[in-house]
């Protein structure tokens, strides 16, 4: 029971030192892009999760909240594990992680591609790329209709216009009514 009782204690130590950190480095950052600063362009020169440990970088309800402190620039230090776990990945998406440290499990997740409002073909994954349905959800969900990189797009989608062009009831319609590809 002691030794329970000595990791919990060091634990919320290690939680405390690098949530302090962590402010620290949000206020450094928040102060360098404040033009009338006198610290105006000076950024810190790293993350302080660059060097925390792993069992920290592993710890979910730990990293949730640190999200919001430097917005979800910590994400991408989180543990593979985490950043491959639907739920949290989700959760931290609210702070707007970037699509690239999400885990290769769940960079071609339908869920997941829709809640970060992915508007890159090349990214999708050929599972989707090759479902007209997916597609289409991901086309209705998104309050922008501008696509890029097209190419990757099959030949047999690609020539489907239906799935192309938008139904003048969507909410979320273009002036156009049409899929506009950059």
């Known amino acids: ?40 362009g000076d950024y ?21 909240n640190c999200l919001e402190t430097d917005y979800a620039q910590c994400f991408k230090f989180a543990s593979e594990r985490l950043r491959n776990k639907k739920e949290f990945v989700l959760e931290a998406l609210k702070y707007d992680p970037e699509h690239e440290h999400i885990g290769d499990d769940l960079k071609h997740d339908l869920d997941i591609i829709i809640k970060t409002k992915l508007k890159d073909f090349s990214k999708f994954g050929d599972l989707i790329l090759n479902d007209k349905s997916k597609l289409s959800q991901i086309i209705k969900s998104s309050s922008s209709k501008h696509f890029e990189s097209h190419e990757f797009l099959p030949d047999h989608i690609r020539s489907d216009k239906k799935l192309f062009l938008v139904a003048e009831k969507n909410k979320h319609l273009s002036k156009s009514g049409f899929l506009i590809f950059r």
Do not use: G
């Open 1 to 40: 029971k002691k030794s329970e009782y000595f990791k919990i204690k060091e634990q919320k130590k290690l939680r405390e030192k690098f949530s302090n950190l962590l402010q620290e480095y949000s206020d450094q950052e928040s102060e360098a892009s404040y033009t009338f600063s006198d610290r105006y």
């Open 44 to 64: 810190p020169e790293k993350h302080p999760f660059e060097d925390a440990p792993t069992e920290l970088m592993d710890d979910e309800e730990f990293l949730l």
